[in-house]
């Protein structure tokens, strides 16, 4: 019954323009990165590890090793996957270039062929219990999303003088952009389009702007989703033009550490523009770069989750709720 409902919905996103047009591109919104996920989403401000090149491309730049980064989770209900993979390059000069793949998947997808019913009416289907539906599927597919983005990002350090005790504010200014690739697969039919992402990310030192040596590092994080306009186009005889609406998440993180305790821990919240707005909330705790707990809250829905580095390697887990369900993320990150 899990999977007629989900193909009822997918047929309904395909078949009837005025939906598809506005929730085309929403399996995107899903996110990436079990980390981020467990602080709610709120990580355009942090942006700080390969998933960067989704939450704020800005941030890849200021990123200071080689990272791979890989995520599972079962969704609405283990009904469907839900698969994330990117890899981030520093490059000399403060530039970093990453690839990431994002896949949504639903298999064994039933349908009913109702090819024998043409040329009845609604009085002959109820009378007649030949023409009823058996309940047994003629078949099944299934239904895939994928998402390919390239990003480039280039990280400019300068100085600002703010014109008192003649001292400069160093800052860190991160500007990325992303292209991506967007293919849909709905039974037979295919979607396709390509779209734009650009991100800013700037962090500063609390420290030295407040003469203060025990404050750590602010975040201020920008990401413009589908600046250029993005359409996916549908190889079917209507030819079916759908557009995914532009976003715009604006974010703020602060990074403290705690050195007597040897801990940071990090406040963050986000805001995303579209869908009337959601607000995001986000908190981590690190202790001695070995282990994090973290919490999250958005739409009136909570997230927790944790991390453990096991030699060199990040294995990170994250629970979500959402309307449908509360569903399991697995992820781990390789610096090198």
């Not at 062929?113 to 023409?131: A, F, P």
């Amino acid at each position: 019954m899990k999977k007629i409902l989900i193909l009822g919905l997918l047929s309904l996103m395909f078949y009837a323009p005025s939906f598809a047009g506005r929730y085309a591109g929403d399996f995107m919104m899903i996110g990436s990165g079990v980390r981020a996920l467990g602080m709610g989403g709120a990580f355009s401000a942090l942006a700080d590890d390969g998933s960067a090149i989704y939450w704020n491309s800005g941030g890849l730049s200021q990123m200071r090793d080689s990272e791979v980064q890989v995520m599972h989770a079962f969704l609405y209900g283990n009904l469907a996957s839900y698969d994330f993979i990117s890899y981030v390059q520093p490059l000399p000069n403060d530039v970093s270039i990453a690839f990431n793949v994002t896949r949504l998947n639903v298999s064994d997808i039933p349908y009913f062929s109702e090819k024998y019913l043409v040329g009845t009416n609604v009085d002959q289907r109820i009378h007649n219990l030949d023409l009823h539906l058996p309940g047994i599927p003629d078949g099944h597919f299934r239904s895939t999303d994928d998402l390919y983005q390239f990003a480039f990002s280039k990280n400019i350090k300068f100085g600002a003088n703010m014109g008192w005790q003649f001292f400069e504010i160093p800052f860190e200014l991160g500007l990325g952009g992303n292209v991506k690739f967007i293919q849909r697969k709905l039974r037979e039919n295919l979607g396709s389009g390509t779209g734009f992402d650009l991100g800013i990310k700037l962090r500063t030192d609390m420290s030295v702007l407040f003469d203060e040596d025990s404050l750590g590092d602010l975040h201020v994080g920008f990401n413009f989703q589908d600046v250029a306009g993005t359409t996916i186009s549908w190889d079917t005889n209507s030819e079916i033009r759908d557009e995914v609406l532009f976003n715009t998440k604006a974010g703020v993180a602060l990074v403290q550490p705690l050195e007597k305790l040897k801990s940071t821990v990090t406040l963050a919240y986000d805001y995303d523009y579209v869908y009337n707005g959601t607000d995001h909330y986000g908190l981590d705790w690190n202790y001695d770069d070995k282990g994090n707990l973290r919490l999250g809250y958005y739409d009136t829905n909570f997230s927790c989750g944790a991390s453990v580095k096991v030699y060199g390697v990040m294995l990170d887990y994250a629970l979500i709720t959402n309307p449908v369900g509360i569903t399991n993320r697995l992820g781990l990150r390789i610096s090198f």
